[in-house]
T-cell receptor, first 114, second 113 residues
Framework: GAGVSQTPSNKVTEKGKYVELRCDPI?????LYWYRQSLGQGPEFLIY????????DSGLPNDRFFAVRPEGSVSTLKIQRTERGDSAVYLC????????????FGEGSRLTVL | KNQVEQSPQSLIILEGKNCTLQ??????????LRWYKQDTGRGPVSLTI?????NTKSNGRYTATLDADTKQSSLHITASQLSDSASYIC????????????FGTGTRLTVIP
């Protein structure tokens, strides 16, 4: 497709389980961002990739969270030992290397930890 | 501290009426400011971008203004429609080419018939 694709759209898991969320950015976009959004709040920055490398991971809340982008395209956000407080919508956005810096968001992955 | 504050937090208006949403920021240096529209259960979509030298910009029934001196922006919606019901998020970029984006918490707009 032409837009940013995120899977799964919904994920329900039990506390303590491991979760992977996938983001397929717009082809050719070198910048990729992960955000977390709780109900009624704006997106909260998690991590930013420029190409294959994590240029800024200062938003990751703790070492249970990790993200990769091995080939500079698809990215996976990994959450270990999930906690109920991890429940949120995880948004992925991509942006071209040149231009006005507009972010193109996916529809998000809604994670619910029971 | 770099911050973006939006008001009101929520707003309910009748279909056909106009409304104005506010965004105040303390981000410095300033690169640009964007307004995003986020429908329920969807990702945000860019409505308009304002750079330092721009005072006003329109996109259909949406008009954004920017006062870089007072660090304030507004989004005016004219002749509101039911489909305008969404959250509107103000995002300020602090430095071109870097990951320096500051998000407001959004204004939740509900348009009722």
């Amino acid at each position: 497709g032409a837009g940013v694709s995120q899977t799964p759209s919904n994920k329900v898991t039990e506390k303590g389980k491991y979760v992977e969320l996938r983001c397929d950015p717009i082809s050719g976009h070198t910048a990729l961002y992960w955000y977390r959004q709780s109900l009624g709040q704006g997106p909260e920055f998690l991590i930013y990739f420029q190409g294959t490398g994590a240029a800024d991971d200062s938003g990751l809340p703790n070492d249970r969270f990790f993200a990769v982008r091995p080939e500079g395209s698809v990215s996976t956000l990994k959450i270990q030992r999930t906690e109920r407080g991890d429940s949120a919508v995880y948004l992925c956005a991509s942006s071209p290397s040149k231009g006005t810096g507009e972010l193109f968001f996916g529809e998000g992955s809604r994670l619910t930890v029971l | 501290k770099n911050q973006v504050e939006q008001s009101p937090q929520s707003l309910i208006i009748l279909e056909g009426k106009n409304c104005t949403l506010q965004c105040n920021y303390t981000v410095s240096p300033f690169s640009n400011l964007r307004w995003y529209k986020q429908d329920t259960g969807r990702g945000p979509v860019s409505l308009t971008i304002m750079t330092f030298s721009e005072n006003t910009k329109s996109n259909g029934r949406y008009t954004a203004t920017l006062d870089a001196d007072t660090k304030q922006s507004s989004l005016h919606i004219t002749a509101s429609q039911l489909s305008d019901s969404a959250s509107y998020i103000c995002v300020v970029s602090g430095r071109t080419g870097a990951n320096n984006l500051f998000f407001g918490t959004g204004t939740r707009l509900t348009v009722i018939p």
